[in-house]
């Protein structure tokens, strides 16, 4: 009864608004169609100047280069499988381990997307500065601090682009593209071979909490 | 005195009844849409933090204003790629309409009408004198059935307006889906221009934490017993 009454009242209040509703959608449809137009004759001109008018913009593409930069200097395993499958030879298969495998602790060293798109507070990284290195040796991906910008060059915006784009190298990019749209990266289920791989290193917990 | 003068019989009691209950059903109706609208709204303004969100969390963008500038040149380039369909099937049923005009020589043709248009293809009634009230003299509520004028029928002059007619539904409904996203998009660049940047100090309190690295409320400790502590130590 309580929600019938609610869904009276709201039906009420959207009677009232309706009129200014329709008012502000007319309004968008015609500005909408002014923009339309302008961004039809401006792709047209981009067309015949040899480019497009394209979705990702220049602020797109330095956010991509920063992420795919990253992503080699990441020590989270999630990013580094292709990594690892390419270190083990493909004719070799994997045997599954006789002993029980015991659980992993938790790694609490594991890096958020933020912290892998950044350094880590650099409180917690002096703290850790012993095992992070010890880490880096075991995953054989040395970190790459110059491709990295640090807190205070983020503030400066012009400044962080173009250190972005010479301080990245060919080598740094993953061999995986990185896409703002395809979340494979991420969400790609991890396939028993590449489970037992990580087993096998013992102590690799993947955690998608800060997913 | 006036409500002395009215007076009502139980059969038009029974209908002022009935009216109020279709009239709260039809604002509860209308309560149940707008709230499925509101809910696709939030739906379609949250398909932006896929677009936006590698720029915030990357930390290119660090401020409100460039963040709200670049999403909305964003937004607005969606909403051009998500138009051109709708656009372009108006214009084809537009092109349609102006060309069955040239060939009929005809500039006045009506493509909605029930003799040469789309609404031969209709069911059409009069519903003109459905509905007949008085007031003045007597009260009276009247309701007659509608009147059928046209049964669906096949007319080939009316090519144009069958083709034009669902085209222009179509491609309109679809543009004016493709504006509601627009302002969905826009009340969320709104939203999250003031959420993301935004240093909410609710939970701080400086005095507190002052206070706390003060000791407050313990004895102060004298010079002898912080020998005897360290002694201990």
């Not at chain 1, 200097?73 to 499988?81: E, G, I, L, T």
């Not at chain 2, 709230?35 to 696709?40: A, E, Q, S, W």
């Amino acid at each position: 009864m309580e929600g019938l009454f609610k869904s009276f009242g709201k039906g009420l209040l959207y009677i009232f608004v309706l009129p200014f509703f329709l008012l502000v959608m007319a309004g968008y449809a015609l500005v909408g169609l002014i923009a339309f137009i302008f961004l039809f004759f401006k792709s047209i001109i981009l067309f015949f100047c040899g480019r497009s008018l394209d979705i990702e913009l220049p602020e797109d593409k330095k956010a991509k280069a920063i992420i795919q930069s990253a992503i080699p200097a990441s020590s989270n395993p999630v990013f580094n499988q292709g990594n690892m499958q390419q270190s083990l030879p493909s004719n070799v298969p994997s045997e599954p381990t006789p002993t029980p495998v015991m659980p992993a602790p938790v790694n609490t060293n594991q890096h958020s997307v933020e912290e892998a798109c950044f350094n880590q507070d650099k409180t917690t990284t002096f703290e850790n500065d012993e095992e992070t290195q010890a880490e880096t040796n075991n995953h054989q991906v040395p970190l790459q601090k110059e491709a990295i910008p640090s807190i205070d060059e983020k503030e400066n915006g012009s400044a962080i682009a173009e250190s972005n784009d010479s301080n990245i190298q060919p080598n740094n990019i993953s061999e995986k593209k990185y896409s703002p749209k395809k979340t494979s990266l991420i969400d790609e289920p991890i396939e028993e071979d590449d489970k037992k791989i990580d087993d096998s290193h013992n102590g690799i917990d993947i955690d998608f909490k800060d997913f | 005195m006036l409500i002395e003068l009215i007076k009502l019989t139980e059969s038009d009691k029974r209908l002022i009844v009935a009216l109020l209950l279709i009239l709260i059903l039809f604002f509860v109706i209308v309560g149940f849409i707008g709230y499925l609208i509101v809910r696709v709204m939030k739906w379609q303004g949250k398909r932006l933090d896929t677009g936006v969100s590698d720029v915030v969390y990357s930390r290119v963008i660090t401020d409100k204003k460039t963040f709200s500038k670049y999403a909305h040149k964003k937004n607005w380039i969606i909403f051009y790629k998500a138009a051109r369909i709708p656009v372009v099937i108006m214009l084809v049923s537009s092109l349609i309409l102006l060309i069955r005009d040239i060939i009929y020589h005809d500039f006045t043709y009506n493509p909605f009408d029930t003799t040469e248009g789309f609404a031969t293809i209709l069911f059409c009634w009069d519903f003109s004198d459905v509905i007949q009230i008085k007031f003045i003299t007597e009260f009276s509520f009247i309701i007659k059935a509608p009147i059928l004028i046209n049964e669906p029928h096949f007319v080939l002059e009316a090519w144009g307006g069958y083709l034009f007619v669902p085209g222009i539904i179509i491609g309109g409904l679809w543009y004016l889906w493709c504006v509601q996203s627009l302002i969905s998009r826009t009340l969320r660049i709104k939203k999250l221009s003031e959420s993301i940047f935004d240093k909410n100090l609710d939970n701080f309190n400086q005095n507190e934490q002052l206070m706390n690295s003060l000791n407050v409320g313990q004895k102060p400790i004298t010079p002898d017993e912080k020998k005897v502590e360290e002694e201990q130590k």
